[in-house]
């Protein structure tokens, strides 16, 4: 025993494959922690997309459900919800797996001014740098699961797609496209005024306040990437599918995650698939509003008991997929 | 005709385990996104662990190397007894409010000594990683530079069932850091700030705007005594001192890597490993005072390091299913 090694070198560096080392560089050029080693660096910005394929399923739920989940100041649209998966196949994350729910809705700007978008509620992606990227300057609601989602068969004719977290399948659907339309469309979809909504909470170190902001997502191209929506879909792309094409669907909500429950009996109107690229570009912020804690709201705060674990604290030691 | 199941109870609320979500209490409650299902909640704090089991490598890094680390300012290296000596550490977190998960960390002694000549001693963290998604989120909203990965820990085998130990952590297909060998309960030296009431954890925060405008850095301080309202005394890791095991540097097998994805390898040097402590730990996370803070503007101009749609060594690797 007491053999020892440690390798220092950094081929990658030398050969100019990897952006200079945050230790090395002007403070301005690392965008999150820690900063000795970010976990998403600059070499995502700009964030660009290629050959993606997006599976969306198109859902309707009860109006009721939908606005209990969505809070002030956005207000739900319509019932007609995006129910997808994407298998990111380039991006300047890597590639991952995502899934989300998008609510066509609107929200009146501190300005007055009203802007359109599809509301994420519901994020799920298989690894971390996009999970944090996403959430920490953005907003989006991103949680880490396990996600499969595939096309096979024939011409590609069959999907079939699952969703697990911390022992619970909460979503999972299989079927056949028989490329005929969908009843039914989301009301954001290929619309370049709608574009989307996230909200944002960030919580002081000391939990004496949390800046809660709604960020806006705009549709069209920023100036320098030339003109047109930021999803450049492949229109040959394209497959459909029926609710009645939809042959096995399963949705519930779990102690950890609670969109199935939450959503309640929704009814699956079919699949719309597509490949496409994609560039997400800065977000604005539409509306803000800072909540301060004064020492007498901390114990609403306190939840739990020390040292007592309730359900949601046991579940099977999580192992990161990425080895 | 298809099977399509939605199951719309809330079976979990049959006890007062979990927490309504936040859409539905006081917005004073509402932490981190998204109030309809938050990564974590309310029902992680008081934040407390039992029976974690930490497994503390000693090395010994050069100054130079530990000031490259922390940055300057507002940190600078701890120049007095030990100072060389760095915690490189993995945990087996068995029982905590936010569930089990997997750690890994290294630990240098800092100080910061503000304006006013206040001067704060702590443990410094320039690398984190776990295997939770929820954990990492709920370290990053105090600073903790957490990322995921994959890691193994395993204590096994030998006269006292415990005897022999074996450690490793991975991340997008690369060995960051592996260790392996047995006890021989040798005595090895603590790093400084071992057991010190007056020393407790320094974090590096950073907040980016959604438009990417500014990054703030908050350099965040825990103590490691414990607000009152806590009601314990003395240090917040309670350790359980009849369960500690040692090895000297000699019964220690070890390697350690650079990857495109993680510096960490290169960046720790080590002139030597002195040694192993493992221990038993009950634990409580306060939140963090904030004890520095800068940002950084930058140029609308600002574009970032990648070019469009055109992907480099960092962006390609096996794609993750997810956790």
Redo the contacts between chains.
Sequence with gaps: MGKQANEYSYPWLEEGEVPPLPLDRDRIHIISQGVADPVFDYDIVPLTYTESRWMAFVVEADEANLKAVIPDPVELHDPILEFWYVIHRNTMLGPYMEFGVTASSTVKGSDGQVWKGGYYPYMYLSNDSPIFAGREPFGFPKKAAYIAAFEHGTNDNYFNMTMERRGYVFHSANGRYSDKPTPHKPTFYGKTDWGRLNYRITTHPSVSNSIHQVTYLGSELPPQFGTGHRFQLDPSSVRTATGEDVRAWYLAGTPFDFMGGSLGNVTCHGLISFTFNLIIPPASIVWEKTVERAESDFGDLLYSTPYKYTMRHRFMTPYYPGA | ??????????Y?TL?D???N????R??????????????W??????L?Y?NSRWSAFVVDVPGDARQ??C?NPPLTIWDGEDAELVEYWYVNHL????????EFGVTISATHTDSKGNTWKAGY????Y?????A??AG????????????RVTEHGGEKGDDYFGYSM????YLLTAQQ??YDDAPVKPPYFYGKTDWGKF???????????S?E??L?YLPSKLPP??NVEGHRFQIKNELTRTAS??????????T?F??????V??NE?KGLISFTF?L?IP????VWSET???PAS?????T??Q?????????????
């Design positions: 005709m298809p099977s399509h199941l939605n199951v719309d109870t809330k979990w006890t385990e979990i927490p979500p936040p859409v539905e006081d917005i004073k409650t509402w932490i981190i996104g998204n109030p309809s299902d938050p990564l909640d309310i029902d992680v704090l008081p407390t039992t490259r680390l940055p029982n905590t409010m936010l569930g089990p998960y997997l963290y320039p690398y984190m776990l295997t939770s998604d929820s990492v989120d990053r909203v105090l600073g903790f530079p957490k990322k995921m990965a994959y890691i991975t991340r997008n297909g060998g047995k974090n590096m925060k950073v907040i980016t705007r959604p438009d990417v405008a990054s850095w908050q965040t309202a806590f540097g000699d019964a220690i097998d070890w390697f350690a890597q650079a495109p993680d510096n960490m390898g290169a960046e040097k080590v490993v009950d409580i939140p963090a005072e904030v950084y503007e930058r600002y574009r970032g390091y990648a469009p749609y992907y480099g060594l960092r962006q390609q690797f096996p794609i993750h299913q997810g956790a």
